[in-house]
């Protein structure tokens, strides 16, 4: 048995749920395959994760192996008169979560008659008393019209979810049933802590998770919203940094895109807008000085086509430049500017090497996060926040939304949260990446090949 294998064999995919489901659902859908009408989707109707094969018998799958397909059940659990769903966002911003909160609050109220929905603001802490944020009540009017701006319509902050108590306490004071938690992997731990509190106290709440990292690094599931909308307005920026280094004497475009622990919007980026030379990200090591380092090609590249474009993704030469670790509010590691530090070592190189450079350097990544979704993240979106209504209603809980194999899945809280996805160093992004960029397959002292 693989290594892969082994990992998928150890999670359990099962899902909890409050209840029995013994309320026929508002939605009318059919239960007969071949008539042209949408179909409800069964309890028994699951996704392999892993989709590799090999030759030969294959080994039985465990229920607890496979991942139950999202969408519309016959049989419900609540009672949508009775209903009262919350939705709140926490985090950074992201391109989508309006869309998220629109497709939310419109299942709701056309599809299953839910007409009481709270928006909390500004993340987790707006359960909390000692802010009195207070709440803003959302219909299908009201957020008609919010996906055409970015940012978040709820507002959204850090920290707060290690309030447990205190923000059940306010979930059974405004008597919600189910709370909607857009956000990344920390929104999604404090969900989770949520949730086992409300267990602890027999309460019946659903808590359901939509995925929120522009990083797109979260585990098993294929993409998380906002990632598409971000590299498509990051190539927009690498074009301009092209533009800038190609009409200087050996101009440097030097762009920093988000990417805390992984490099997917710098390799996409760079793979999108065909104008990157170098691509640096905290999955490769490379040296800066030396036979073999990093200004030593880049002098190599400016002497063959006299410019030249670097995206550097937010989280790489973190081991190098940290001296301390310190966390913000939502426990994430408080990053040293790498972009900026690039800047500084590439002009004091070639300085010293008396060679006259133009270097541009663009840090995009607050414009990037706070643009509205493109059509792409938006129907994803909305997609997302359709099968969350239909996981709450069904009184599923302690699970987040996900695209896997390109299905609509409901995945445990558990095993989303339990690692980060990361570019694979001997994967088929980076080795396209390579071929994109020209860029030599390590910048490291002691590599040979």
Known sequence: MSESESKIDALDFSIEELGKHSIKSPIVMSTVQGDKVANYVTDDCYVRLDMAVK??????????????????????????????????SCGGLCPGIND??????????????????????????????????????????IVDDIHKLGGTYLGSARGGGKEVSKIVDAMEQLNLNMLFTIGGDGTQRGSLDIAEEIDRRKLKIAMVGIPKTVDNDFAIIDRSFGFDTAVSKAVEVVASAHMEASSAINGIGLVKVMGRESGFIAACTALASHEVNFVLIPEIPFNLEGYNGFLHH?????????????????????????????????????LADVGAYLRDRIIKYFEEKKIEINLKYIDPSYIIRSAPANPGDSIYCER?????????????????IGLVNNEFVHLPIKPVISHRNHVDPEGNLWRDTLDATHQPMLMVNQFNK
């Open 298 to 334: 880049l002098a190599e590249r400016l002497k063959r086509r006299k410019h030249a474009v670097i995206v550097v993704a937010e989280g790489a030469m973190q081991d190098q430049l940290l001296t301390e670790q310190k966390t913000d509010a939502g426990g994430n590691l408080k």
């Open 384 to 400: 997302l926040g359709n099968a969350a209504v239909h996981a709450a209603m069904a009184g599923k809980t302690k699970l987040i």
């Open 100 to 141: 998220v909160i629109r497709a939310i609050v419109r299942c709701l109220y056309y599809r299953y008659g839910v007409t009481r929905v709270s928006g909390i603001r500004y993340g987790y802490k707006g359960f909390l008393p000692e802010y009195q944020y207070g709440i803003k009540t959302l219909d299908a009017d």
């Open 55 to 88: 030759p030969g018998a294959q080994p039985t799958i465990k229920r607890s192996q496979v991942l139950e397909c999202a969408g519309p059940r016959e049989m419900i659990y609540f009672m949508p008169a009775h209903v009262h769903a919350g939705i709140v």
